[in-house]
């Protein structure tokens, strides 16, 4: 049971909220009110004054209508820096300025650094009455230093300089513990000297001076808190305390562009509040508004460098500012919105920021998502495995908008701006030594090899390779390899004959018989006929051989003394030609195709975008093998081997698939991953999970969700059974990611000894998938598209 003091604590914290509380599920990669307070009291005066609480006014109220914009003011957002923090530094290059509550004036310190500490409060005195002075239209400070110096020679009063952000001008205050008519009458002095003056009183009414109606005179606003009543904070100097306080401190810079307020040496936008919590350590919240606090999120949900796509930084933007909205206030009886981190939302303040997020933010500013009128829980996720789930199957709560969705372009076609066509006819080929030559003949073609008209089939190759047309292709290979043309005979189209007279083309030598001596040559000629082969020849066939130059027949013989079919004379060429380099080919990792182009990812700079021809041969590997093929799709992250022709353009292009496949999060790095865990490593996870059932023995997945995520996995123990439901089966298990199948390690006697998880994705599944977004963006989709992909049925509002 909790204390009184706490309980009263929340009770009052909880009556000051702006908005309810919103019991939302926390993302994994991803969760302001106003506050104000009687003003500081400077350390001049030895008794801090009890503050007296009132609840604080709502800035704004958000309603909503589908497909209808409400026109409201920006809200404020509360993101706790530090929760439990004994000390901490607040600083600015600038002029520090401070105050209490969310009044927008400010009483400049003459110090640019003070350290911040809980402490004790001090013994309190009696106050009957209380009042604030105020002096406003200093243009710079220097201006409203000297008119400190003027009224204390006036009035031997000892006023403050102040900074009213709203207004960007500097005046002077005083706070008077006097009776009405005595500060009246200091308000006269000071009117015939030339001042304008303003006096506020802590009461409701005002108390209007000589030269101003009641009309413009206003009351000071106190801010609610979350705090212990017995400690304060106090803001120590270069040497001594400066102010102190058991309402919170506001600290600000008066140049918040130039020399934002820092916590900790880290730059912030809007401002930093400190105050005491219930443990008697200090709460640190940096209060701002929602499009500040957004341009510190984007860069770190979703990295502008490893991800730089407009559009998909725009649907973060976004998510993030609508997340905010539905979210704020969730820890209220703490004192503020939001934390920091992944149990909300990453955010870094101001050093974090990029050009691209915030134009982003910029771009889709005050825009939010919505479901029947109302900001909906923007839950979004790493890397989602290429499916997200329905949000009760891993949170225990069904929410219309967060279904199961696919990670990728709506549609029938939703490759089609990945896929590259060419015009270029296909072999017809059904033999299946045959599908090499596809490949090899369209390499030798472009090297201008002489090769039938028509298309290219099974009997063509098959037949024997005429003396003349191999004479002619042994021409080609000597060009490309700046050789001169052997002179054949015409039994060149023999094995023993070939195998010299290719060497000759290739190295200008019959090199095989200087790097190979007689045991080499009867080593690696270990097939039936090799006797058949003439000796003349034998060291060539043999090093022809051993490099897989030659195919043999399936009984290993090699038929030395018949002619050559054509599919082995070009197997031969292609394959030396290549292993040579000789072939013009070129290796890269490929990007998503765009517009017909090939994009290659560059290791410096930008990438290399190279058009290629309607004409080209294309290859994709499909199982072993690469087929040609009329079409192929490109979705980034593929092996290309390619060659440019003369004009520019890729005339031969082949690919092998990508492992991670076509789905929009294929480039992050987590898209597959696998963990493997001892019995004793899960017994040790499992523990809280599964009390009472003795040692686990084994792991069975019970039930999977719509995106065949695991939502309940059942525990075999020596003493029962348990079972581990929803999103908590991820943290339990450590694992990135429930998207997973498990395989069972047993020892020799059958008994299970771990298990091993192969997954994909990272994070709980549900929502917008962010890396996803970035895919879907490459496809050329809007933010507001990206959106509509990942929640069901919303729309994008504009609240201001």
Not at 415 to 438: K, M, N, Q, Y
Request: hydrophobic letters at 40%; one cysteine or more; a positive charge.
């Amino acid at each position: 049971m909790q204390q009184p003091l706490a309980r009263n604590i929340i009770a009052v914290a909880i009556i000051f909220a702006v908005f309810p509380a919103t019991l939302a599920q926390q993302p994994s990669l991803e969760e302001s009110r106003p506050r104000r307070a009687k003003a500081i009291e400077p350390m001049t005066s030895t008794h801090p004054v009890e503050p007296q609480w009132r609840p604080p006014q709502p800035q704004t109220t958000i309603s909503l209508q589908t497909g209808v914009s409400a026109s409201t003011q920006e809200p404020s957002i509360r993101v706790a820096l530090a929760t439990n923090a004994r000390s901490g530094t607040i600083s600015t290059a600038g002029h520090l300025l401070n105050a209490t509550g969310s009044t927008t004036t400010f009483v400049a310190l003459n110090t640019a650094r003070v350290r911040v500490e809980p402490r004790l409060l001090s013994p309190l005195r009696t106050v009957n009455e209380g009042y604030q002075l105020q002096i406003d239209g200093a243009a710079t400070r220097a201006e409203a230093e000297q008119q400190v110096r003027e009224l204390r020679a006036k009035t031997s009063e000892n006023f403050q300089i102040t900074y009213d952000k709203q207004t960007a001008s500097w005046g002077l205050a005083l706070n008077k513990e006097t009776s009405r008519e005595e500060t009246q009458e200091l308000m006269e002095t000071l009117s015939a000297s030339g001042y304008e003056a303003r006096l506020l009183t802590p009461a409701a009414d005002p108390i209007p001076n000589s030269s101003q109606s009641q009309q413009n005179s206003s009351s000071i606003q106190l801010v609610s808190r979350s705090s212990v009543p017995s400690r304060e904070v106090v803001a120590i100097g270069s040497s001594a305390p400066l102010a102190r306080s058991s309402a919170p401190l506001l600290f600000a810079s008066d140049d918040e562009k130039k020399s934002p307020v820092r916590f900790n040496d880290r730059p912030y936008r809007g401002q930093i509040e400190v105050f005491t919590n219930t443990r008697g350590t200090l709460t640190v919240v940096n209060v701002l508004g929602l499009e500040d606090y957004v341009r510190g999120v984007v860069a770190n949900e979703l990295s502008p460098g490893g991800y730089p796509a407009l559009e998909a930084l725009k649907a973060q933007a976004i998510a993030a500012r609508t997340y905010a909205l539905r979210n704020r206030g969730q820890f209220m009886s703490q004192g503020f919105d939001l934390l920091p981190t992944t149990r909300s939302q990453v955010y870094r303040g101001l050093n974090s920021e990029h050009p691209l997020t915030t134009r982003a933010v910029d771009e889709t500013r005050g825009l939010v998502a919505t479901y029947n009128g109302e900001p909906i829980n923007a839950l979004y996720t790493s890397t989602c495995g290429g499916r997200t789930e329905d949000s009760e199957n891993i949170f225990n709560e069904r929410l219309p908008y967060l279904r199961g969705r696919e990670c990728a372009l709506e549609g029938q076609n939703p490759l089609g701006p990945f896929t590259l066509r060419s015009v270029r006819e296909i072999p017809e080929l059904r033999e299946e030594a045959h599908v090499p030559l596809a490949r090899e003949t369209a390499l030798l073609t472009l090297e201008n090899f002489s090769m039938p008209r028509s298309r290219l089939t099974d009997s063509w190759l098959a037949s024997e390779a005429p003396a003349n047309e191999v004479r002619g292709w042994l021409a080609s290979v000597a060009r490309l390899a700046r050789q001169i043309v052997p002179v054949v005979s015409d039994e060149v189209n023999r094995p023993g004959p070939f195998a010299t007279a290719l060497h000759l083309a290739v190295f200008g030598e019959t090199r095989a018989d200087v790097l190979l001596n007689s045991a080499d040559v009867e080593y690696f000629l270990a097939i039936k006929d090799a006797n058949e082969v003439p000796t003349i020849n034998r060291a060539e066939v043999a090093a022809l051989v051993r490099d897989g130059y030659f195919w043999l027949y399936p009984d290993a013989t090699l038929r030395p003394r018949q002619p050559l079919s054509r599919a082995r004379v070009l197997h031969a060429f292609a394959k030396i030609l290549e292993a040579r380099g000789l072939l013009q080919l070129q290796k890269g990792t490929a990007r998503p195709t765009s517009r017909g182009e090939l994009v290659l990812r560059a290791n410096k700079g930008r990438d290399n975008v190279l058009k290629v021809s309607s004409n080209a041969f294309l290859f994709r590997q499909i199982g072993e093998r690469l087929y040609q093929v009329s079409s192929m799709v490109i979705v980034g992250g593929e092996a290309v081997q390619y060659r440019v022709s003369p004009n520019g353009e890729v005339d031969y292009l082949e690919v092998r698939p990508a492992n991670n496949g076509a789905a929009a999060e294929r480039v992050s790095p987590f898209t597959n991953w696998s963990r493997e865990l001892s019995l004793t490593q899960v017994q040790a996870r499992l523990l809280r999970s599964a009390r009472g059932i003795g040692s686990i023995l084994d792991l069975r997945v019970a039930s999977r969700g719509v995106s065949r995520r695991v939502t309940d996995i059942e525990i075999t123990g020596s003493q029962g059974i348990a079972h581990v439901r929803g999103g908590r089966i991820r943290s339990v298990l450590g694992l990135r990611e429930q998207l997973f199948v498990i395989e069972k390690r047993y020892d020799n006697v059958g008994r299970v000894t771990g298990f091993l998880f192969t997954g994909r994705g990272w994070g709980h599944g549900v929502g917008m998938c962010q890396v996803g977004a970035y895919g879907l963006a490459k496809q050329g989709l809007t933010s507001d598209q990206i959106l509509k992909t990942y929640y069901a049925d919303i729309e994008i509002t504009k609240l201001y």
